[in-house]
């Protein structure tokens, strides 16, 4: 994004690293690598993306911007 110094460059992706270290690595003791990857992608995809209000979608969740999307198709 930005240069050396630039304040604000990666704080989007510490802010999110640290949300994932507390709320999924933490929590437990990880005896397979596979496990933690398959929690982590179900934290993803199920929690953060579906809950982020997103630009692209006007602001909106995907789930919000989904409903009435599916209801204009049904019809």
């Keep these: 994004m930005g240069g ?3 304040c604000g460059d990666d704080a989007a992706m510490d802010s999110f690293s640290a949300l994932l270290q507390r709320n999924v690595l933490d929590r437990q003791r990880w005896a ?3 496990d933690l990857r398959l929690q982590i992608i179900t934290r993803i995809e199920r929690i953060y993306q579906r809950c982020r209000r997103q630009r692209r979608l006007g602001r909106l969740t995907p789930i919000e911007f989904e409903t009435p999307t599916q209801a204009a198709h049904a019809a």
Aim: aromatic content about 0%; charged content about 35%.
């Design 32 to 34: 397979v690598r596979e």
């Design 4 to 6: 050396v110094g630039v």
